[in-house]
T-cell receptor
Framework: RKEVEQDPGPFNVPEGATVAFNCTYS??????FFWYRQDCRKEPKLLMS???SGNEDGRFTAQLNRASQYISLLIRDSKLSDSATYLC????????????FGRGTSLIVHP | DAGVIQSPRHEVTEMGQEVTLRCKPI?????LFWYRQTMMRGLELLIY????????DSGMPEDRFSAKMPNASFSTLKIQPSEPRDSAVYFC???????????FGQGTRLTVV
């Protein structure tokens, strides 16, 4: 069983819609959490970190539920440029930090 | 800073040939990761170096794969002999020893025919 699970999608939404992605992780010793964005044929790039208290960056809101081992990403007022794959990332530490990636959720925003 | 630099960007090789992928991490980063990405399996960690020392190589598929980091500014991933199932995008990423983001190179798209 993969340590980080995501719904692969694709999520196909109109411009202006609100869309939410979920991610679950299996390692309770996980320490840090992130969402990355990957455009087609490009490298993954950090979108935002996820904090226990939840955090917001413009149209993007990330939340963490440690008890349920669950992370979410909410995108409000979707833009065409939001079309990409969103990767959930969990790090665990055995003295070092090792990022483990989910397989990603594909988002397509259409006019 | 130029970011993580990988070479080559594309590699097409015949089955049985040796392939060497190269990576220059961001200066000052002491963690280096090699990942492989395929449609079927997503991003898989192959090996992780910390301060040039391999810490976790449990993701290396088999003995055909080897990785080295002779100094803080250079790492290689070698496949010998290559097989068609090795076809994938190979990413190198670097970071620091605290749980901050990993910075990725642009990847090497490997095709083994």
């Amino acid at each position: 069983r993969k340590e980080v699970e995501q719904d692969p999608g694709p999520f196909n939404v109109p411009e202006g819609a609100t869309v939410a992605f979920n991610c679950t992780y299996s390692n309770s010793a996980s320490q840090s959490f992130f969402w990355y964005r990957q455009d087609c044929r490009k490298e993954p790039k950090l979108l935002m970190s996820v904090y226990s208290s939840g955090n917001e960056d413009g149209r993007f809101t990330a939340q963490l539920n440690r008890a349920s081992q669950y992370i979410s990403l909410l995108i409000r007022d979707s833009k065409l440029s939001d079309s990409a794959t969103y990767l959930c990332v969990v790090t665990y530490s055995g003295g070092s930090y090792i990022p483990t990636f989910g397989r990603g959720t594909s988002l397509i925003v259409h006019p | 800073d130029a970011g993580v630099i990988q070479s080559p960007r594309h590699e097409v090789t015949e089955m049985g040939q040796e392939v060497t992928l190269r990576c220059k991490p961001i200066s000052g980063h002491n963690s280096l990761f090699w990942y492989r990405q395929t449609m079927m399996r997503g991003l898989e960690l192959l090996i992780y170096f910390n301060n040039n020392v391999p810490i976790d190589d449990s993701g290396m598929p088999e003995d055909r794969f080897s990785a080295k980091m002779p100094n803080a500014s250079f790492s290689t991933l070698k496949i010998q002999p290559s097989e068609p199932r090795d076809s994938a995008v190979y990413f190198c990423a670097s970071g620091t020893s605290v749980a901050t983001e990993a910075f990725f190179g642009q990847g090497t798209r490997l095709t083994v025919v």
